[in-house]
């Protein structure tokens, strides 16, 4: 079955660490996506990639790093500097980034990241 | 600044009756709505959608009706099923595309048997 795998479902850093959560997909979308959901807040956008070797920020960047050197692949370093990194992670994938009407985002199941 | 406003937490309904969720925007730019379900534990998944195009979108049990002078949709749940219990978010995007989502903050919706 196509679809996107986020790993692993629950992870716990200590704090001053970087974490990386992985996300992987087989459905041959060009786009993917990390949303951070906090209680209250809804889905923020943290980075997209509308194709490989290519990403851009969205709302919520800072303390965040990206990489897309493959098309089925999007990781997301959560780095020492992101002030709050306590969240549920969520990846995403759409057919295509651009005049995409027609292409909802697929989520994983997400990941959710402790840090103490 | 919340763009998509879901002023609504949540919502109880009986089981067969309607629901009704509902979600105002700011942002004139968005021409694109969608629903999306979530259970407690997973990711969204992609319910239905509206292009500004049109005020009404039906499929299945799910409809929703897009008021672009009021900047209001909403979605219709009938009849009301117990599996249909989760939150919804409403989302939103300008003309380009969805590359830039912008989400609501959810109704959770409990359905009483």
């Known amino acids: 079955d196509g679809g996107i795998t986020q790993s692993p479902k629950y992870l716990f850093r200590k704090e001053g660490q970087n974490v990386t959560l992985s996300c992987e997909q087989n459905?041959?979308?060009?786009?993917m996506y990390w949303y951070r959901q906090d209680p209250g807040q809804g889905l923020r956008l943290i980075y997209y990639s509308q194709i490989v070797n290519d990403f851009q920020k969205g709302d919520i960047a800072e303390g965040y790093s990206v990489s897309r050197e493959k098309k089925e692949s999007f990781p997301l370093t959560v780095t020492s500097a992101q002030k709050n990194p306590t969240a549920f992670y969520l990846c995403a994938s759409s057919i295509s980034g651009r005049g995409g009407n027609n292409s909802p985002l697929h989520f994983g199941n997400g990941t959710r990241l402790t840090v103490t | 600044d919340q763009q998509v406003k879901q002023n609504s937490p949540s919502l109880s309904v009986q089981e067969g009756r309607i629901s009704i969720l509902n979600c105002d925007y700011t942002?004139?730019?968005?021409?694109?709505f969608l629903w999306y379900k979530k259970y407690p534990a997973e990711g969204p998944t992609f319910l239905i959608s509206?292009?500004?195009?049109?005020d009404k979108n039906e499929d299945g049990r799910f409809t929703v009706f897009l008021n672009k002078s009021a900047k209001h949709l909403s979605l219709h749940i009938v009849p009301s099923q117990p599996g249909d219990s989760a939150v919804y978010f409403c989302?939103?995007?300008?003309?380009?595309?969805?590359?830039?989502?912008?989400f609501g903050t959810g109704t959770r919706l409990t359905i009483i048997p």
């Open positions: 989302a939103a995007s300008g003309v380009f595309g969805n590359e830039k989502l912008t």
């Open positions: 459905l041959n979308h060009d786009a």
């Open positions: 509206i292009s500004s195009i049109k």
């Open positions: 942002n004139s730019m968005f021409d694109y």
